[in-house]
DNA sequence: AACAGCGGTTCATTTTGTGAACCAATAACA
DNA sequence: TGTTATTGGTTCACAAAATGAACCGCTGTT
């Protein structure tokens, strides 16, 4: 029975502003007390006090809270010191328009890894990533790849909370999920089919920073149905040459035996600029 | 002698957020602890809450914090829900290309109005906005216009906190601050001069939410040798017409004392696209 | 008019935060 | 190289702050 975590008022003041998703943008006092599960007056309190800094906001007629525009601002500021947005979106507009798939880039923040930015297929089936999306570390492409380049005593940390299961696909077993970051480690990409969710395949590959550190991931994601081998192939041609360009423009450093495994992986010939054909095309007919 | 407030455990610890700006990237807990006046242990407990909540992250090697990751996922959040920087980012292009000046967009912070996006002047000499900036409320033309469409009883409560000199033209006395808000209330502009920055003057129009509130301030600031007759008189015109434009675009609604205003404004006849001239033309010469 | 739901307040109880002194590790210097 | 100074981080007796059940007043509904 695990006994119960003891938060410090801060964390439960902040622990607040993770019931603003995609679908929630103005939350009222009772429902933000009952999602807590804090006592009304705490939660007033609480919430006053994010108000007060900025990072919430309250409508002065309907008494509800929404995301304040501190946020803003310290976003600006962030991506001032740090460029990051900036320089990934061009980059999964590339990696998009090369595979005909939605990427998305993330960083690690603290329930795992944040989608920052995305760029959507064009096409009429492709995934859609959620607005402010945090992705299982244990379970998701961009989580085996993070994990396969972070200190093994961090991985290790991680594996030792409980691992949900985010569809009946979902590897929760700690040392499975070892195995999965070890295969990634040994080829520099990761794969999860129908791990976040199903129905969805995807790969992903690390950026590192300039202690040779991950610091962020890219990934493409699609249906499953469009995961063929060569599409595969051509994915991870994309996601390796999009990390290595991306670590350089970041200031970054890119590990030796990354690099090796990326160099080797872009050496493999292959028509890496199929268009990707709206019908597949039946080679078994003469084409002379 | 003012008593000392007392501030609860949340507010401490967010108020560290403040000490990162356009020169502070990381920083390290002794000089986090020095600038917040804090002990070194409760900085440490403040600032760890903070790393547990994503908003601040550390570095591994050198021990010193930054802004964290989180603040990227809910500003993308918060501009999902309410498109802004997306919205403002074109007008302000606009405004400069228009004006030849720089301009920037502010929202309401808990210190006052918080640049949100900016856009340079193309000229050499030209006013620079600090990334982060937060313009005081009682000095500058955004803070001014701002409070003219505000509450009376809010904008009170603003004037009675002692209210600082940024420079030497700083009005700092609150009847004097009311007069100017009054003024601002009856032109539907505000100007500020050498209040916020020597040297620099700025004029500011509010936009507004559906519930006739201001919501967002838009500035054009140049250097006061620039600031002449016939340039205010058009500046004033593109930031009428970019008020309206944004304000609607925002889905907010313009109060009608204001739309009369800026219509009127906008129906003198001034020569409103003269092309700034890189030499003055000496109109004495012959012409043919 | 009666009701239900909301945001917000009160105050005795209990849990939490606090900070001077301390330690270990790193960086700076001689 | 050895010495010093500064850093991030920890400890624990003490002091202050957070908590939440019961409460109020308001608003919109039936």
Known sequence: ????????????????????DDKHDWIGLTDLAKRAGFD????????????????????????KYALGAEILRLARLREQHFPFQALVTPILQDLTE???????ASLLSPRGLATIASVESPK?????IETGFVAPLHGSASGLIYMAYSAPEQVQEWLTKPLQAWT???????????????QARQTGISESNRGVEIEVFSQAVPVFDKDCRP?????????????????????????????????????GLTPTDFKGLAEAQLARSLPAEVPPSPLPIDTRLPTA
Chains 1, 2 share one sequence.
Do not use: C, W
């Open 1 to 20: 029975m695990p006994q119960s975590e003891t938060k410090t008022t801060t964390d439960k003041a902040l622990s607040l502003l993770a019931f603003f």
């Open 40 to 63: 009304k007056a705490s939660t007033l309190r609480h919430a006053s006090a994010l108000v007060r800094a900025g990072l919430l906001q309250q409508n002065p007629s309907h008494k």
């Open 98 to 104: 090369r595979t005909g798939e939605t990427s998305h």
């Open 124 to 128: 009429s089936t492709r995934v859609h």
């Open 168 to 182: 009946p696909y979902t590897e929760t077993d700690p040392g499975r999920v070892a195995a999965l970051i070890g």
């Open 215 to 251: 610091y962020a991931t890219l990934a493409v994601v699609t249906p499953v149905s469009r995961a063929t081998p060569d599409a595969k192939v051509r994915t991870a041609q994309a996601l390796f040459s999009a990390s290595l360009r991306l670590t350089q423009q970041l200031g």
